[in-house]
């Protein structure tokens, strides 16, 4: 089976996700922003084996331990697409600029784009390209488990900030509206911050998502 658990981490509560295939015990942590000591623990503690490192995007509350933990794990950065990669390269100024530890400046070891997919162990996630909170954003679904990791593009009863560089409004609604909400009502997601919900919940009752 297709495991997960929702770790907060760094002052902001940002959601990391460990996810893991019971069947080869590989793991992959999802947007690893900080606090990598309680992350290894939660690894340790089920006797996984972690494999990669995915990022939704390069804010410093997700992304802010990935060039720390790939380095010293030797571990592949995958995610977030192309367009962050103004976020990835102000990393540092993000980490003085929010009093996090100094965050280590990396290089995807893959880049993601819309229509890619990942995969842990057995199992395999669908890529989304969700730009809008920043222009490369990205979004991992799950269609076996109908679970989508959606970092800041949704959440419960909100959407993104695009009030940010490169942030647009306009895409975030676009990609919530013909990419997320078309996956289906059932489909549960875990946000870069807060609760779970799920799309068809948001879809009914999101007041950023009702006509206007």
């Known amino acids: 089976m297709f495991q997960r ?13 460990l996810v893991w295939c019971d069947a080869t015990h590989e793991a992959a942590l999802i947007d690893p922003g900080g606090d990598l000591g309680k992350l290894l623990e939660a690894v340790e503690e ?22 720390t933990l790939a ?3 030797d571990l592949p950065i995958i995610g977030p697409h192309p367009g962050d990669q103004f976020w990835i390269d102000g990393l540092p100024k993000q980490s003085q600029m929010f009093g996090f530890p100094q965050a280590e400046l ?3 070891t893959r880049w993601l784009k819309d229509g890619d997919e990942v995969s842990i162990g057995e199992h395999t996630l669908k890529v989304l390209h969700c ?8 979004v991992f679904f799950h269609e076996g488990t109908r679970h989508a990791f959606v970092g800041d593009v949704l959440f ?6 695009t009030d940010f560089p490169q942030g647009n409004h306009a895409d975030l609604i676009n990609a919530i509206k013909t990419k997320l909400l078309p996956l289906g009502d059932d489909v549960t997601f ?6 779970e919900s799920t799309f068809g919940e948001e879809r009914r009752y999101n007041p950023f998502l009702q006509a206007r």
């Open 190 to 195: 875990t946000p870069g911050h807060g609760p």
């Open 131 to 138: 730009p809008g909170h920043t222009p490369g954003h990205v």
């Open 71 to 73: 380095r010293e794990l």
């Open 156 to 161: 419960a009863g909100s959407i993104g900030r």
């Open 106 to 108: 990396f290089t995807p």
């Open 46 to 67: 089920r006797g996984l084996v972690l494999k990669a490192l995915w990022l939704t995007h390069a804010h410093i509350d997700h992304a802010g331990g990935t060039g």
């Open 5 to 17: 658990l929702t770790i907060p981490v760094t002052p902001f509560e940002q959601n990391c996700s």
